[in-house]
T-cell receptor, first 111, second 111 residues
């Protein structure tokens, strides 16, 4: 199985930068995903890391260190619409590729 | 492009009544299909997954069942709903070993 830990809540102001951390313990690893979920809606895919390092996609970046079992999602130039829950998910190493999700970090962006 | 549909969007059912939720995917063949439940304040829990027609694997013991009568159709059922079955039900699809994408979800309230 997998044990995935991320903070429950975070707050930040518009225009700021916020880093959401995720740590995991896994018996098999085949990638780490970040999803964004607005209240009452389905999760939407943000980013994927399978090798160590930083992946940048516009205002969002995601970092992975496999040796430390650690990832973070970095959000720059925060906007009010970034207020949402951010889910960290680890994919196991089988062909099925099932995902194990953390409980999510609720980010609130203030004006 | 691929799209995923779920219905109904919202459902209110009495305890002991049956349940049938449907999920269909368009624009892909032989996808992996998944049913998740998200209870209030909790993370995503994988209920069932399927790698092909008629192939269903269950993750947790419960009074729910799943079926895949066609390649791109996934159905979640129950003969008798419990109060604890309330939650947000999400269907997801992926190609082999790739990112999972979620449908819009069904919000189920059992009274």
């Amino acid at each position: 199985g997998q044990n995935i830990d991320q903070p429950t809540e975070m707050t930040a102001t518009e225009g700021a930068i916020v880093q959401i951390n995720c740590t995991y313990q896994t018996s098999g690893f085949n990638g780490l995903f970040w999803y964004q979920q607005h209240a009452g809606e389905a999760p939407t895919f943000l980013s994927y890391n399978v090798l160590d390092g930083l992946e940048e996609k516009g205002r969002f970046s995601s970092f992975l260190s496999r040796s430390k079992g650690y990832s973070y999602l970095l959000l720059k130039e925060l906007q009010m619409k970034d207020s949402a829950s951010y889910l960290c998910a680890v994919r196991e190493g089988s062909t099925l590729g099932r995902l194990y999700f953390g409980r999510g970090t609720q980010l609130t962006v203030w004006p | 492009s691929q799209t995923i549909h779920q219905w109904p969007a919202t459902l209110v059912q009495p305890v002991g009544s049956p349940l049938s939720l449907e999920c269909t995917v368009e624009g892909t063949s032989n996808p992996n299909l998944y049913w998740y439940r998200q209870a209030a304040g909790r993370g995503l829990q994988l209920l069932f997954y399927s790698v092909g027609i008629g192939q269903i694997s269950s993750e947790v013991p419960q009074n729910l069942s799943a079926s895949r009568p066609q390649d791109r159709q996934f159905i979640l059922s129950s003969k008798k709903l419990l109060l604890s079955d309330s939650g947000f039900y999400l269907c997801a699809w992926s190609e082999r070993g790739h990112t999972q994408y979620f449908g819009p979800g069904t919000r189920l309230t059992v009274l």
